[in-house]
């Protein structure tokens, strides 16, 4: 029995700022029907408050405990180890980290670090590595999609970081099987009562197959034509809206 939705934020919700078609509608009669719901997301250029902001401010009913985040995660590591990072990362995500201390780091933090992302920066992260600093990253996620336009995300940047340093990255967002425990835990649900609903087919819908939930790939946001080929088993549908028509028609 379904008892949770696992829900991507951009891409699934919206895009660019704008809610997708009935994304809003169906967000509610989610919660109105009982379900619990988390909302996930890779997204390394804000702070989970701006995300929770963000989605209120596009007038989704969501409260600030519902929202997880793959910065919130790669904090969670840091303090638990007491590791004292390089912060490779977006300048509006630096709130999430500003209280940890930097000096002297012994762990490497790679995010979308948007225009950061350059030899300069890169080749830091690189000599941090070379001490034997660990590399956590938000995700291994290739591209978003912004502006009706694919863009690199992450995961290129990780893998080059990787291969200079002859390292493995540890990932604490999706597509880790780690992230979706925790947030199954949080939620207080087994993988096979919950379902993920994303536009990644990797990241999000594959990965949350492993893990043993239910799996949605929507047609929107960063979704390509053939994408459903690549998780099999996995459902699909147009968007949000169409997903939660035919589930809460089916438990009528």
């Known amino acids: 029995m379904l008892k949770a939705v696992l829900l991507d934020i951009s891409g699934v919700l919206h895009e660019d700022g704008a809610p997708l078609p009935g994304a809003v509608a169906a967000v509610s009669r989610l919660q109105a029907a009982g379900l619990v719901l988390r909302f996930v997301t890779n997204t390394s250029r804000k702070t989970g408050d701006a995300v929770h902001d963000d989605l209120r401010g596009m007038g989704f009913d969501v409260a600030r405990e519902q929202v997880f ?131 990644d087919v990797d990241c999000d819908v594959a990965a949350a197959r492993e893990v043993g939930l239910r799996a949605c790939l929507v047609r929107s946001g960063k979704y390509r034509p053939g994408d459903e080929a690549r998780a099999p088993g996995a459902e699909c549908e147009d968007g949000l809206a169409a997903l939660v028509a035919r589930l809460l028609a089916s438990d009528a």
Do not use: W
């Not at 990362?89 to 950061?116: N, T, W, Y």
């Not at 030899?119 to 992260?125: M, N, P, Q, S, T």
């Open 69 to 199: 985040t793959a910065p919130a995660a790669v904090r969670h590591y840091l303090v638990r180890h007491g590791l004292r990072p390089y912060l490779l990362i977006h300048e509006g995500l630096e709130p999430e980290f500003a209280d940890l201390a930097g000096d002297d780091p012994d762990a490497v933090v790679l995010g979308d670090a948007e225009s950061r992302l350059d030899y300069r920066h890169l080749d830091e992260a690189f000599q941090c590595l070379q001490r034997g600093a660990p590399l956590l990253t938000v995700g291994t996620n290739r591209y978003f999609r912004q502006q009706g336009r694919l863009h690199l995300d992450v995961g290129p940047f990780v893998r080059a970081l990787e291969y200079a340093a002859d390292t493995r990255a540890t990932v604490l967002g999706k597509p880790a099987a780690g992230f979706f425990r925790a947030v199954l835990d949080d939620a207080g649900v087994t993988p096979e009562e919950a379902m993920m609903v994303g536009d």
